[in-house]
Each structure stands twice: as structure tokens, then as C-alpha cells.
């Protein structure tokens, strides 16, 4: 290289190529640094370009077990104001606030401290819901500020039509009371949870969505509940309300075998379209969250009892020591005084004096072992929120006169589904079933039935039933206490109840009428308990409960066409007898 | 230098530019789809027209790869019209009132890339034939006034980046085309002072530096551009979000799909894949330079030299943009960003230097060989660093320097 000339051109050409090599190698090095510096040594921080969205999903709907949607939910729009994008629009229109609220105002109709209070920044929740008029109106104005959010609307299309049992949602569609908080998790299904990224102007972009969780929609709760039995049984309640203005009725309809609830109601219902509207004392299912003395019903445990242990025959005489006897150092009363009175005729009068004879027979410990039998003092298990066991103490807690109250159903507390549970034992051949409400569970087409036939346990035997049925029909006849419970032809068996309330320690006047009856038919073994709550005017289960659970089960057969045993169908449906039967109770005449 | 090692050089360039066109149209059709979207809702829409001018450029390519170089060796009349051809549609846009773009149909031509192309023949012709009366001030003149001249028309299209292109290329082929130091300083001194009154000609551009410098300042404004090109760069990390996961071109990152596009490659491939297009950039500049050395004569050579230091410079400028490391200027990366016209003309200069290539390479005749005059000065291969290491390894071909003596160059 030397040996050529320093300055021929063409070696100026070659060092200054090498000059320029370098001058480049350096700048593409400075280049490279930079990259690791900025990607991996201190990479700038990002802000959240993703954005978490959640995909509501439908609760599932409740129906009765012909199908008819007892509760659904439609979808509809929340409003909410996005300051940031009126704060945008006020730049270009400074007015534009108060020509927003002047449109919120008319198509709301809200007044102007409503309005102010819900559209004060920085979270302005205009409304949770609005109806579909006016989500079109506000979304045809178009104008910026104004956000819709989806949601779903909570209805009832029959309003207070089993309102306790189905309780309602919250505002954010979470179950607050009823099955809808029984079953709220099977009910509201899984929200869908997925990654949206945004763009550069905030909208998000769908079609890059990555998804988190799937949606899954709430399933379907198909009831045991049968529509018509629910609404005969809210109408004969409604008249029952009228006619004797107590504090509260409770009616329950159940199916014997399976421990299906066919119809349960109280009085006062309230619409769980607008629960907010009433006191919280009304929304109260008290056929479960109640408790109350039983009375004159409880003496069934007794009469089971003696039977089942063979302690007595129906004819045995029983001394009622003419209404009036001393026992325990208490004094015990019958209504009416009796005489000798037979097994039989001990419980179709009620005297609690011979009640209580049978009771001693049997001892305290097997009368308890009993009333456990009979499911008393636990809980049913019944798929309804706020369910008390009910009060029955074990015998060690027994003071000396308590033999001599339990078996009449004093001191101790029943709910109204133990009540009509124990009933049932006695019109389905012995068997203590789980009452229960929800039928199946439906989801896509699946159907998930909730309870599977599982072998009730045998608490009597049948005979013991059959023979404890053929004194409770008499119960409810001419020569019993709930002769206005009888219907003409059919089979009906029940006891009457008519316990006086505890107020302040002290048995008051007030009473809890109440009457369990049950059909004796072998198509359908209907029970149905009416409970009434310090009735007005009248006090005595047969004459209070009796008639109403006669009304009830007298339409209920009618809507099924259920004939009398042995009898054609037709000619009982359209005879006289039943239309007389109502005559006579709304004449409040005796048979 | 054995021809073995000649060709390497050939293949070397072909894997490059096959590699950067590969990569180059993955990134189109990942970083146009938000902004092609924005703009017509079909999210294939840049793409589409990319492939339609790589088809268009790729026949160009072959077309000059082909004959092209020869009769541009010995025309020295298509030279001078084509490049004063391009100077007289660079004012086009403006009676047209687009600022850049001669729209024709559907195709939208940029004639400032035309120009560049132009600039370099013209010049590597003209340094050519000047070549050995280097020391004449006068020599100077033409290359000068051309380049004011598309100073001027520049300027009506407010393109900054085009002109500090021509500038350094210019300045690299004086250079190398051995001009004495002074007209280079005085040359230097000369633009450095232009640039500034160009820059203090036209406001946005002064807010352009300030943003550059001060990101943190106005983020919403002026330093969003900087601002979410750093913050695209650096989600990246290593190895990305994942070709077509990035987000930034979701219009997070104005012009997404031209100047910075980068900035997207750092996003979705990570420092693996910016250290990948920059290595390859790396060897596309070298190899024009290194074929500097070995190209066949003089008018070759300046064309090498010209075309590898435009490929270089234009990456090192976007790069630099994208590394907030100057202010943003509108810089394309070549075969990277969606322009199509840009394309055309770099699959063109691509076409050149690959016949360049093959012409240096693959010598046809023994007279060939002995044409190259810079054959006799081949430097030895005498790497002064392997003195020092007896581990016999390779050293990178962009790090083999020859001594520089620092007497005169």
C-alpha cells in the first residue's frame, strides 16, 4: 500500500470509504444501544390499552311446573352522563350542559332537584333502569354525554301471584328474598369476562376480544308450583283477608307423596315488581320464617302415637271429666265439657282433657320420640330461604306440666310446612317427605331435576294412617269440629286448630286458627293447611280456616275434575252440592 | 480475493434484501390494518396496494436489474432528463393541491422518492467525469445548484426528511469522490445554516425539536407522537407481543404504518426483531459500500456507495426518529412503511445495486477484472485486532477496517 502514491485519488477513495464505514458502524451502534435501552433496560411504562368488559348475563327465568313464567328478565338500559365527553362538547357549545339536563328533565320527567342530585359528577347514575320509550327517546337525540349501559330488568308478569315464594332482585339483579335468594347462584348464571382492547380514540375493538370466561345464562327454575292451584289459593286467601281481617293467612297446597308444594301463599301479598313500596314485615314468607302454637292440631302426634304403640282401640272410653280437671297443679279446660267420651271421639270433639289422658298413657319420652318422629323441632329442609326449626324442647327441659300442654299443642312452635309435613305423613300411608318447591332445573335443553325420588322415611305404618284418617274424616263432618270443611262425596280428612297466643307470657285472647286437611282420594293426595293470624269476628279453626281450605280444595277438584271415588266425574263437577257448599259458606250458615 | 469470496458478497446482498422484503411486508399487513380501517374500513387495504406496487416494483427491479445499469453507464443524456424529469414532478403536487402525492386512479406517486434515486445518478455521472479535477472549486457547481434547487421545491411540500437525505448523500459522494476537506466544511457550514433557517422558516417544525427534547412536556400535543412511540417500543421487550398483537397501531401511534413503523417491529417482535431488520439494514449499507471497493469502474462505484448510504441513511433517520433521538421528520423505512411509490423506487435502487453486484462479482471477462481499478489497492486482508487474539474467528465483514493513514484523506 505504500508504495503507491499518498495522494492518487483512488486511495483517497478507499481511506475515506473506511472513514464512512466507521462514521455508519458507529451511528447503526448508537442505533442498537438505543433499542436496548429503550425495549428491554427501561422500557417505557404502558397505560391499560386492554380493558376488562364484562358481558351480563340474563338471570334465568322461574316458571310453575305447566311452564307459565312466573319471573323473567327483559333486557334494558341503565343511563349514566360521561363528564369527559360533555366537558368535550361544552368546549365547542358552552350551553351545552343545561340544554342535556333540559332534555333529561322532559323525557324523565324528573323534577329539577332530582336531577340535580342524580347528575352531579363524578359518578352521575342518572338511572338503573329505564323504560324502552324512553332509552328510544334519549337514543335518538344522539347527543354526546349521555351512556347507555345494558342490563337486564327483573319481572313479574303476575305480580303478587306467589310473591313470597319467589321472592325478588336487588338492583343489581342479586336475589334478596324468596327462591330468587334461594337459587341465586343457579339463577344468575356466570358473567363473560373478556379482554377488549381499546383503540387510540377509546372504542373498544371487538374482533381482537379475547375471552376470559364464557357467558353461561342463569338456568331455568321449574316449580312445583301449579299455576292454577297458586291462584285459587290467593283468591280464597284474598277472601278469607276480607272476611276476617287478621294479622296474616298462610295457605300452603302440597302433594302428600312427593312433598311437592302445588300452591303457597300469605295475606298481605305484596308486588315484588315494586317490594320497596312495602314494610319489610310483609315480604316475610311466614309459612317458613314463623313459628306459632299449633293447638288442637298437635293432638294428632298424640292420637298417631297411641295407635302406633297399641296403647288404645277406637272404642276405648276416655273420662273427660266434664271439661274441667285438675292436673299437674294446673287446671285444664275443654271447650265443651264432656263426659265418657272413646278414643275416637276424644280427637274428633278435640278435648284437650282426653288428649292429655292418652298423653300420660303414653309417657313423656315416647310422646317426644314422637313429635321428633313427625319432624317436629327441626327443619324441613324445604329450598326456601329463612326457615326456623320451630320450638320443641327435649324432655330433660320439661318441667311437670308440660306433658299436659304439649300434646294439645302448647309449648311448643310449629312452622306451617312442619305442620302440613306431619299432616301429610298421615294421608300418604306414614311417610315423612321433604317438602319442596323447585322441580327441576332447566338450562339449554337440559333438565336437572333437583330432588330425586328418594325413599321417604316410614314414620307410622299404614294402618295406623288409614285408621287415623277414617277418625279425621270424621273430624270434618257433622259431628266433628271442622264440619265446614266437608265436602259432599269426597273423602275429607283434617284437624282443626285453635291455639291462643302468647303475649307478654300470658295467654291472650288472640288465637291462631288454623286447619290441615287433607283428601283421602287415591288419585290425589291433596294437603293444604290454612293458618290464620288473630282472626276478627270469629276465632275457632272450623269455623275460620275450615271453610276456606273447603273452598280451596272444592276449586282445586274442580280444575282437575277430580270425581268422588266411585262416581262419575261429570255429574259431581255440575251436581248442586258443590255450588250449594259455597252458598254456604258465604252465608256463614251451618251445614 | 478470490472469486469464491466475491460472490459471497452477491449472496449476501440477495439474502438481505430478500430477508428485509419478507419482514418488510409481514409488518406492512400488520401495521396498516388499524390505521387502513380508520381510513376505509377494509383492514387489508394498505396491503393490498403494498402488493400490488411490490408486484409493479418487482418487474422494475428485474427491468433495471437487467439492462438498465449498462445503458445508464453509457447514456449520460438519460441521466440528466430523468433526474430533471423528477425535478419537474416534484412541484406537481402543488398545482394538483395535495401536498405530497401525484394521484393518478388509484395510485398515489410521491415524486420527492423519485428524486432521491435521480439525485444519486446524476451525481455518481457526474462525479465521474469530475472526478479528476477534484481540487477545481467549479467542479462543485452543478452538484450544488441541483441540490437547492430541490432545497426549494421541497419546501413546498414541507418535507424536511427528503432534504437531510439528499444533504448527507450528497455530502458522502463529495466525500468519498475525494473533494478537498475545506469545500467540505465550507459545504457542511453551509447546510447546517440552511437546515436552521428551514427550520426556523416553518413553526411546527421548531415545536418538532422541542418535543423531541422535552418529551414530558405537552404529552397530549406536540409529544404524543414521541411519547407513544417510546411506550410502543417499549412494550415490546424481548421477543414482543407476537406478529399482529400489537397494539399501538390501534391508533395509539399516529402514522403507524409510515413513520414509525419501528416502532411497531419493537412492539410485536421485540429487540429480537429490531436487531434483526437493523442487522440486515446493516449488511444492505455495507454491502453498497464494500461494493464501492470492488464495482467494476467509477460511475458503478459512486452508484454503490450512493445507493447503500441512502438505504442506510434513511433507516438510521427513522430509527432515530422512532428513538426519539432527533425530532420527528417523516421518515419511511424502506420496504417497511406503507408508500408505495416508496417502494417502487427502493425495489429500483435495490435492482441497481444487485446488478452492481453481479457485474463486480461475476466478472464475465479477464478484462473486467483488470477494468476495476480499485482491484490493485485491494487492502490485505491484515486485521490489525487478530494480532492480538490468536483465536482464529470470523470478524463480522462490517467490522473488517483497513488501516486509515492519517496523513491525508
Not at chain 1, 118 to 128: A, D, N, Q
Request: aromatic residues 10%.
Amino acid at each position: 500500500m505504500n508504495n503507491i502514491q499518498s495522494t492518487s485519488i483512488d486511495q483517497i477513495f478507499l481511506q475515506r470509504m473506511e472513514v464512512t464505514r466507521r462514521v455508519f458502524t458507529f451511528l447503526f451502534a448508537v442505533i442498537f444501544l438505543g433499542l436496548v435501552y429503550r425495549q428491554v433496560l427501561r422500557p417505557a411504562a404502558a397505560p391499560g390499552k386492554i380493558v376488562r368488559v364484562e358481558v351480563p348475563v340474563a338471570r334465568g327465568r322461574i316458571l310453575d311446573r305447566t311452564g307459565t313464567v312466573l319471573a323473567t328478565s327483559v333486557p334494558g338500559y341503565g343511563l349514566y352522563l360521561d363528564y369527559w365527553e360533555i366537558r368535550q362538547q361544552e368546549k365547542k357549545e358552552p350551553e351545552y350542559l343545561f340544554r342535556l339536563k333540559a332534555t333529561l328533565k322532559q323525557v324523565l320527567r324528573m323534577s329539577d332537584d332530582q336531577l340535580e342530585k342524580v347528575t352531579r359528577p363524578p359518578y352521575p347514575l342518572v338511572r338503573r333502569s329505564l323504560s324502552l320509550s324512553e332509552y328510544e327517546q334519549l337514543r335518538k337525540t344522539g347527543l354526546p354525554g349521555l351512556v347507555f349501559t345494558q342490563t337486564h330488568q327483573r319481572v313479574y308478569p303476575f305480580g303478587p301471584l306467589a310473591a313470597h315464594l319467589i321472592g325478588f332482585v336487588g338492583d343489581e339483579g342479586e336475589g334478596l328474598e324468596g327462591l330468587e335468594l334461594f337459587y341465586d347462584s343457579v339463577l344468575k348464571g356466570k358473567d363473560g369476562l373478556s379482554m377488549v382492547p381499546r383503540d387510540g380514540q377509546g372504542r373498544l375493538i371487538p374482533s381482537l376480544e379475547k375471552v376470559l370466561a364464557r357467558p353461561e345464562p342463569g338456568a331455568d327454575l321449574v316449580l312445583t308450583v301449579d299455576f292454577t292451584f297458586q291462584s285459587i289459593l290467593e283468591e280464597e286467601l284474598e277472601k278469607g283477608q276480607q272476611l276476617f281481617q287478621p294479622l296474616n293467612i298462610t295457605g300452603i297446597v302440597m302433594d302428600a307423596s312427593s312433598g311437592e308444594i302445588l300452591a303457597l301463599a300469605n295475606r298481605p301479598a305484596y308486588d315484588p315488581n315494586c317490594f320497596f313500596r312495602v314494610p319489610g314485615e310483609y315480604r316475610r314468607n311466614k309459612a317458613v320464617t314463623d313459628y306459632f302454637e299449633p293447638g288442637s292440631i298437635f293432638k294428632i302426634v298424640t292420637a298417631a302415637a297411641c295407635l302406633e304403640e297399641g296403647r288404645v282401640h277406637l272404642g276405648q272410653p276416655i273420662f273427660c271429666e266434664n271439661g274441667r280437671w285438675y292436673v299437674r297443679g294446673h287446671w285444664l279446660h275443654d271447650v265443651h265439657p264432656y263426659g265418657t267420651l272413646t278414643f275416637e271421639e276424644v280427637i274428633i270433639k278435640s278435648s284437650n282433657i282426653g288428649t292429655v289422658k292418652l298423653a300420660l298413657m303414653l309417657g313423656e319420652e315416647t310422646l317426644y320420640q314422637y313429635c321428633r318422629r313427625f319432624g317436629f323441632g327441626e327443619l324441613t329442609g324445604i329450598d326456601i330461604p329463612g326457615e326456623i326449626p320451630g320450638v320443641l324442647r327435649p324432655v330433660n327441659d320439661w318441667s311437670g306440666y308440660s306433658i299436659t300442654a304439649v300434646p294439645i299443642g302448647q309449648e311448643v312452635g310449629i312452622n306451617a310446612i312442619q305442620g302440613i309435613r306431619a299432616m301429610a305423613a298421615l294421608a300418604n300411608g306414614g311417610f315423612l317427605v321433604r317438602p319442596h318447591v323447585v322441580k327441576e332445573l332447566r338450562s339449554g335443553g337440559n333438565c336437572t331435576p333437583l330432588y330425586r325420588e328418594k325413599e321417604p322415611a316410614r314414620i307410622i305404618s299404614e294402618k295406623t294412617t288409614q285408621v287415623l284418617s277414617s277418625i279425621l274424616e270424621k273430624v270434618a263432618s257433622s259431628e266433628g269440629t271442622a264440619a265446614r270443611a266437608s265436602l259432599p262425596g269426597y273423602r275429607v280428612c283434617g284437624k282443626t286448630g285453635t291455639a291462643q297466643k302468647v303475649i307478654n307470657g300470658r295467654y291472650s285472647s288472640r288465637v291462631v286458627a288454623s286447619f290441615i286437611g287433607y283428601l283421602y282420594h287415591p288419585e290425589a293426595k291433596l294437603v293444604i293447611l290454612v293458618s290464620v293470624d288473630e282472626p276478627r269476628g270469629a276465632q275457632y279453626g272450623g269455623v275460620v280456616a275450615a271453610p276456606i281450605f273447603r273452598n280451596i280444595l272444592w276449586r282445586i277438584l274442580q280444575s282437575r275434575k277430580l270425581a268422588p271415588e266411585g262416581t262419575d266425574a261429570l255429574q259431581t263437577i255440575t251436581g248442586v252440592n258443590g255450588d250449594r257448599g259455597r252458598d254456604r259458606l258465604l252465608t256463614k250458615k251451618r251445614p | 480475493m478470490s472469486l469464491r469470496k466475491r460472490s459471497r458478497l452477491y449472496y449476501r446482498l440477495c439474502v438481505a434484501s430478500a430477508v428485509l422484503l419478507i419482514l418488510g411486508t409481514t409488518v406492512v399487513l400488520s401495521s396498516s390494518t388499524g390505521p387502513a380501517i380508520e381510513k376505509t374500513g377494509n383492514p387489508l387495504y394498505y396491503f393490498q396496494r403494498h402488493l400490488l406496487w411490490l408486484a409493479l416494483g418487482g418487474l422494475a427491479m428485474a427491468l433495471f436489474n437487467r439492462f438498465g445499469l449498462r445503458r445508464l453507464e453509457k447514456d449520460k443524456k438519460i441521466l440528466i432528463f430523468s433526474f430533471i424529469g423528477s425535478l419537474c414532478l416534484l412541484p406537481v403536487p402543488i398545482f394538483l393541491g395535495t401536498l405530497r402525492w401525484i394521484i393518478v386512479g388509484p395510485f398515489s406517486f410521491q415524486p420527492a422518492e423519485l428524486v432521491k434515486l435521480t439525485f444519486i445518478l446524476f451525481l455518481a455521472d457526474y462525479l465521474r467525469r469530475h472526478r479528476y479535477t477534484r481540487k477545481q472549486i467549479r467542479n462543485l457547481f452543478w452538484p450544488v445548484v441541483s441540490f437547492l434547487v430541490i432545497t426549494l421545491l421541497l419546501q413546498f411540500q414541507r418535507d424536511l426528511g427528503t432534504f437531510v437525505i439528499i444533504f448527507l448523500s450528497l455530502g458522502l459522494l463529495l466525500f468519498l469522490a475525494g473533494q478537498p476537506r475545506r469545500h467540505l466544511a465550507f459545504m457542511t457550514g453551509c447546510g447546517l445554516v440552511l437546515l436552521v433557517i428551514l427550520i426556523l422558516l416553518f413553526p411546527y417544525r421548531r415545536e418538532r425539536i422541542v418535543s423531541a427534547f422535552l418529551p414530558g412536556k405537552d404529552l397530549m400535543g406536540k409529544g404524543y407522537q414521541p411519547f407513544q412511540s417510546k411506550i410502543t417500543l417499549g412494550s415490546g421487550g424481548w421477543l414482543g407481543r407476537g406478529m399482529g398483537a400489537g397494539l399501538a397501531k390501534l391508533l395509539y401511534l399516529p402514522e403507524a404504518h409510515k413513520d414509525y413503523v419501528y416502532a411497531i417491529v419493537g412492539e410485536e417482535m421485540g429487540l429480537l426483531g429490531t436487531s434483526v431488520v437493523l442487522f440486515f439494514f446493516v449488511v444492505l449499507t455495507f454491502s453498497g459500500l464494500e461494493l464501492a471497493l470492488r464495482a467494476r469502474n467509477d460511475f458503478q462505484r459512486f452508484l454503490a456507495a450512493g445507493i447503500g448510504s441512502l438505504f442506510g441513511f434513511q433507516f438510521l433517520l427513522h430509527a432515530g426518529v422512532v428513538l426519539c433521538l432527533i425530532p420527528a421528520k417523516g421518515t419511511t423505512l424502506p420496504f417497511f412503511s406503507v408508500g408505495g411509490s416508496s417502494l417502487l423506487i427502493n425495489l429500483v435502487s435495490l435492482g441497481i445495486l444487485l446488478a452492481i453486484a453481479r457485474d463486480a462479482c461475476f466478472p464475465s471477462s479477464l478484462e473486467d477484472l483488470q477494468e476495476s481499478s480499485l482491484l490493485h489497492y485491494e487492502a490485505p486482508a491484515r486485521m490489525v485486532w487478530r494480532r492480538y487474539h490468536p483465536v482464529r474467528f470470523r470478524v463480522p465483514f462490517f467490522l473488517r477496517y483497513s488501516k486509515i493513514s492519517s496523513r491525508r484523506w
